[in-house]
């Protein structure tokens, strides 16, 4: 009985909220503002005389050492994503045990 009665309700709410989002969808429409610029409206958003950005400045070709630095933060980047999983299965398994 009282399954019933939510059921009814729930539907009432739901075909009440239903005519009203259509209702107000008919008086929306689409507003944008504009793109805000940084730096006076520049391309880079920067003062060019205080920022030089290099021409080739993510040229892996042509980086120096790059067998060492490409090694190292492939290793970096590999030990990170297998020790934080299990120093964090380790403390957790810690806390568990303590409690």
């Given at each position: 009985?009282?399954?019933?009665g ?76 297998v ?17």
């Amino acid at each position: 009985m009282a399954l019933n009665g939510g059921l009814r309700s729930a539907s009432k709410l739901l075909t009440s909220s239903s005519q009203s989002l259509l209702s107000k969808s008919a008086n929306r429409g689409f507003h944008s503002t504009g793109v805000k610029r940084m730096g006076g409206g520049h391309a880079h958003g920067h003062d060019e005389p205080y920022y030089l950005h290099a021409k080739h400045m993510y040229n892996l070709d042509r980086m120096k050492h790059q067998k060492l630095k490409m090694s190292l933060g492939v290793f970096t980047a590999f030990s990170i994503g297998v020790f934080v999983p299990v120093y964090a299965v380790i403390f957790q398994q810690k806390k568990t045990a303590s409690g």
